[in-house]
C-alpha cells in the first residue's frame, strides 16, 4: 500500500498503534490531530510501502509488531 493510501487508511481510524521496535506510539487522531508528515514517518517504512504487519480493528489501526501491544489491542 503506497504512502497516499496509508494516509487514507489513517483519517478512517480514530486511535492508531504504531510499535517500533520495543517502543509504541499511540495517537487518538481527533485528540493529537496529527499532521500528514508525522503520520507518513510513523506508518511507511523504508520501501515508501505501508509498514507490516498492519491490522486494523473496527476504527483502531496498528501498524508494526509489538507482542504486549497486541496482547493489549486483542484481548
Known amino acids: 500500500m503506497s504512502a497516499e493510501d496509508a494516509l487514507k487508511l489513517a483519517a478512517a481510524a480514530t486511535d492508531i498503534y504504531v510499535a517500533k521496535g520495543k517502543k509504541v506510539v499511540h495517537l487518538n487522531v ?20 505501508l509498514r507490516a504487519p498492519t491490522l486494523r480493528l473496527g476504527k483502531t489501526l496498528v501498524v508494526g509488531f509489538n507482542e504486549a501491544m497486541y496482547e493489549k489491542l486483542i484481548s
Open 30 to 49: 481527533k485528540k493529537d490531530a496529527p499532521d500528514a508528515e508525522t503520520l507518513t514517518n510513523l506508518l511507511v517504512g523504508p520501501t515508501g510501502n
